[in-house]
């Protein structure tokens, strides 16, 4: 059994978008773990591991446009079947 199910990826297209502000963001509020966030000042790649993708969704859209969103449960892969 896997603590955090979800795998969520996305982008987020920006201005002035921070690479630390986001992950700071994300590890105190959104419980998950094996964050990544990293790019540039106008685009951003998360990769995370959380049982609340919607969360993570609504905090970066309110950072600028997300697209590439990529939900995956890996519960389900783990039993082989299409995540």
């Not at 795998?7 to 959104?30: F, K, P, R, V």
């Not at 790019?39 to 998360?46: A, H, S």
Request: hydrophobic share 40%.
């Amino acid at each position: 059994m896997l603590e955090y199910k979800f795998d969520t990826q996305l982008l987020i297209e920006g201005s002035a978008l921070s690479e630390d502000a986001i992950h700071e963001y994300i590890t105190a509020n959104i419980a998950g773990d094996c964050l990544l966030a990293v790019g540039d000042e106008t685009l951003i790649k998360i990769h995370f591991h959380t049982n609340t993708p919607w969360k993570v969704l609504e905090y970066c859209a309110s950072l600028g446009d997300i697209y590439d969103v990529v939900i995956e449960n890996m519960e389900r892969q783990e039993h082989g079947l299409q995540g």
